[in-house]
């Protein structure tokens, strides 16, 4: 039964928006994190993937014969680091919080439906961010790169890219069925955003009209983002901006619809 004043959980009704609390918010972390810990599987793609993909993509660009391949390695690490940790991480995570009961469990207690969603989603905040920041600080000096040119713009593309990613989270895992199917409903935003997005492809070397097409993907705003900071100079980044704002808008609104608590009957 719903704690009083709260809509009931069945259904796919969506989250309220309550004030955040610090210590609750750092609380419901502590607990995903030690399930993350406990979960090897998921442990290892959350660590050793990013690592795989960008050495990967080294020898990719490296192979196409694209300029300036280091700062192309580590900027596309970026990029994989927020799909693979955030995003593809995040849907297996909502999925089984909400097949064990887990979520709604929660629901009736005091946490907010916001700080649910946040407090599930932070440890993989966390990690993704201190491994972009691993790409920047040590990356860059191992392939003989140079440091970002606007950090400000990187730090702000990395923090807009975890938080619409783990807003497509929540609303991929809404369309998951178990944890055993999110390998498969996390697949073509992946695809789409390594090859669309400029993670894998360079982006300038898309056909015009595929080109433009790709520009309004998910993940491309984000990514445009992220080479502008670390490339500095006159980049037109409201486009790149707003594209990222929009997502994050629909995502929270299809969020707010459509996410599940409870297990499908």
Do not use: C
Request: glycine fraction near 10%.
């Amino acid at each position: 039964m719903s704690a009083p004043g709260r809509a009931a959980t069945g259904g796919p009704r969506g989250p309220r928006l309550p004030d955040l609390r610090p210590r609750r918010l750092a609380a419901l972390g502590r607990s995903e994190l030690t399930l993350l810990v406990r979960n090897r599987a998921a442990l290892s793609v959350a660590l050793l993937m990013p690592l795989a993909l960008v050495l990967a993509l080294r020898s990719t660009l490296s192979a196409n014969g694209a300029a300036a391949v280091g700062e192309a390695t580590l900027t596309g690490g970026i990029g994989a680091v927020l799909l693979l940790v955030v995003y593809m991480n995040l849907v297996s995570a909502y999925v089984a919080r909400r097949e064990e009961l887990v979520l709604k469990r929660l629901r009736t207690g005091e946490a907010g439906d916001l700080e649910i969603l946040a407090g599930t989603a932070l440890p993989a905040a966390v990690l993704a961010s201190a491994q972009s920041a691993v790409l920047v600080l040590a990356g860059a000096p191992a392939l003989h790169v140079r440091a970002p040119q606007d950090p400000a713009v990187l730090v702000a593309a990395v923090l807009a890219g975890i938080v619409l990613l783990a807003g497509l989270s929540a609303l991929t895992s809404a369309f998951t069925r178990n944890v055993e199917s999110a390998g498969l409903t996390t697949l073509p935003l992946f695809l789409v955003s390594m090859i669309g997005s400029g993670l894998f492809v360079p982006a300038d070397s898309l056909p015009g009209g595929v080109g433009r097409v790709a520009e309004l993907l998910p993940l491309s705003g984000v990514m445009t983002l992220v080479r502008a900071g670390w490339a500095g100079g006159d980049a037109a980044l409201l486009a790149p901006a707003a594209t990222t704002l929009v997502w994050i808008a629909v995502t929270v609104f299809a969020v707010g619809r459509w996410f599940r608590w409870e297990p499908r009957r």
